[in-house]
């Protein structure tokens, strides 16, 4: 068995966002808008918080599944691709977080 990739996952929500709400919470998610989106990713990144600062590894790694499927679902809503992230990400690869973080401190 092969481990799932954020593409595969991605791949799977756009069939389920074009099912009808009653069959799909994907689907029901997107019709509720972006701020319900946005809120539901926000909780869900508030329970991750939580499950890290209180050593709640199996929590962790449950709330981090949430996150992450809430923030494709969001990006869904803002007609972001994933891709666009994942190429943000790829140029930041270029150099150092440090020297990144260095940079926006001093920006010349
Ligand atoms: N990965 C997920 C996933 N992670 C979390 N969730 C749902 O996210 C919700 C978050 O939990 P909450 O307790 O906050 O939910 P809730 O109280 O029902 O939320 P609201 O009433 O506030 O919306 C739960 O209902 C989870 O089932 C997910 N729902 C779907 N997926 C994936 O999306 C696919 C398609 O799902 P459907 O769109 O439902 O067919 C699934 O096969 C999975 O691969």
Avoid: F
């Avoid at 509720?32 to 499950?51: D, H, M, W």
């Amino acid at each position: 068995m092969t481990a799932m990739t954020l593409d595969d996952l991605d791949a799977r929500l756009a069939l389920r966002a074009a099912a009808a709400p009653e069959d799909s919470y994907t689907a029901q998610l997107l019709s509720r808008g972006i701020e319900k989106c946005a809120q539901k990713l926000g909780e869900e990144a508030t329970e991750a918080v939580i499950a890290a600062v209180t050593a709640n590894r199996p929590e962790l790694i449950k709330e981090s599944a949430d996150v992450l499927y809430h923030l494709l679902v969001l990006l869904r809503a803002a007609n972001v691709p994933l891709g666009a992230v994942m190429a943000e990400l790829d140029a930041r690869t270029a150099r150092s977080g440090l020297a990144e973080k260095a940079a926006r401190q001093d920006p010349q």
